[in-house]
């Protein structure tokens, strides 16, 4: 079974520039999570989806966004780049499961973004 | 809310020693989940345990063994001979019953020399 699949896998944008992430689950995973990763503040959690509905929101700013497809891929958008969004972005993917449980969560290699 | 610690920032050992990554969390909730993730250098966060919180005993899988104590509130991970190969960064990580996502302690990175 193929894993979780993220591209590109690296990014540079300059300031005030949108990016558009892609993630393709593992087949069959209906839920998709994004989590960003930095030195300075660790792994953090932006978003979960679910059936194609965002099921929880992280604290992170409105420009941060995502959605995901019919067929559980999804795309994570950042508009308006700052410095401070330089990171690597991690989407993940479990079963499609809408409750809370021990079932992992299965990590891509991740996006990293550069914003210059 | 929750909130998960790793106190060691960096181990380093020599090949062939065991190591213990130490975790230690905070919930309210009664029923949550516990997880230990790698990381290698290629970036990818690979799931490598997980416990329940109304399941207290301790397994061992192969090179690692896991100690979970609710009463501490701890969550330590054990490998047993080292490897170079084990040089990653271990995050330790926890879901409560409320949500799904998964909160994350700050990494510990163990080097393996050998």
């Known amino acids: 079974k193929a894993g979780v699949t993220q591209t590109p896998r690296y990014l540079i944008k300059t300031r005030g520039q949108q990016v558009t992430l892609s993630c393709s689950p593992i087949s069959g995973h209906r839920s998709v999570s994004w989590y960003q990763q930095t030195p300075g503040q660790g792994l953090q959690f932006l978003f979960e989806y679910f059936s194609e509905t965002q099921r929880n929101k992280g604290n992170f700013p409105g420009r941060f966004s995502g959605r995901q497809f019919s067929n559980s891929r999804s795309e994570m958008n950042v508009s308006t780049l700052e410095l401070g969004d330089s990171a690597l972005y991690l989407c993940?993917?479990?079963?499609?499961?809408?409750?809370?449980?021990?079932?992992?969560?299965?990590f891509g290699n991740g996006t990293r973004l550069t914003v210059t | 809310a929750q909130k998960v610690t790793q106190a060691q920032t960096e181990i380093s050992v020599v090949e062939k020693e065991d190591v213990t990554l130490d975790c230690v969390y905070e919930t309210r909730d009664t029923t949550y989940y516990l997880f230990w993730y790698k990381q290698p250098p290629s970036g990818e966060l690979v799931f490598l345990i997980r416990?329940?919180?109304?399941?207290?005993q301790n397994e061992i899988s192969g090179r690692y063994s896991w100690n979970f104590q609710k009463s501490t509130s701890s969550f330590n991970f054990t490998i047993t001979a080292s490897q170079v190969v084990d040089s990653a960064v271990y995050f330790c990580?926890?879901?409560?019953?409320?949500?799904?996502?998964?909160?994350f302690g700050g990494g510990t990175r163990l080097m393996v020399k050998p």
């Open positions: 416990r329940n919180s109304f399941d207290e």
């Open positions: 993940a993917s479990r079963p499609n499961l809408d409750r809370p449980d021990n079932s992992p969560l299965h």
């Open positions: 990580a926890l879901r409560d019953n409320a949500g799904n996502m998964l909160t």
